[in-house]
């Protein structure tokens, strides 16, 4: 069995959406003198979409349910991994549907584009346009994720994000896929259990 860490490094100077300074996380450490010695205590500010984070249907739709509301069972089970590092713009209905790996029901779809390892943000990153994002809805995947802080990009009506969280498809961005190749593994991308709109995750895929 091996185990591939898809999550980054939350420090405070990794990439983050749109490059806005307060999306940056804060992290402080503190040494406190107690009883019996030193103990090093760290506080964080951090936004619900750092790193490898997931988001809720709250995040676009007003009556969606918060993160905590998903069951569990919405993060993990069986994924599989589609290498499209060489679309250049838009993932798109029909190259889904062109994928040499077909596409199943109840499937975590994790898209592998060329926008890994993320150093900096991108402002044309590679996303899941609409029809892409409708073809995953009739599909009746159970969750989509990708390489990008965002599933799409220049679709003012945000599309993509309420096309699959009306279906509860949670998504799930910010992934490193670098090291992992197209194939079928095991994924596991737990939130925190907090009443919010998105949390981020220590995302994980295991190949057997």
């Given at each position: ?10 420090n405070e100077e990794m ?124 599909k009746k995947v159970k ?19 309420k096309i699959l969280l ?43």
């Open positions: 069995m091996k185990l591939y860490d898809l999550s980054p490094e939350i990439a983050v959406y749109r490059d806005k300074p307060e999306n940056k996380p804060r992290v402080r450490v503190v040494a406190t003198i107690k009883k019996g010695g030193i103990a090093n205590e760290s506080r964080f500010d951090l936004y619900a979409h750092t790193g490898s984070h997931v988001d809720a249907p709250l995040h676009f739709l007003d009556d969606g349910v918060a993160i905590d509301r998903l069951g569990l069972d919405r993060f993990m089970g069986k994924a599989v991994v589609l290498d499209f590092t060489k679309v250049k713009n838009a993932i798109t209905k029909n190259i889904l549907r062109n994928s040499k790996i077909k596409i199943q029901k109840n499937d975590i779809v994790l898209l592998k584009t060329r926008n890994n390892p993320i150093k900096t943000y991108d402002y044309k990153f590679v996303f899941l346009e609409k029809s892409g994002a409708k073809y995953l809805a009739s969750a989509v994720g990708l390489d990008s802080l965002s599933i799409e990009r220049d679709q003012h009506d945000y599309s993509t994000h009306k279906n509860n498809m949670p998504i799930f961005e910010g992934l490193d896929l670098s090291k992992v190749k197209q194939g079928n593994y095991l994924f596991y991308g737990f939130p925190l259990k907090i009443k919010a709109e998105g949390s981020p995750v220590r995302a994980v895929l295991v190949k057997e």
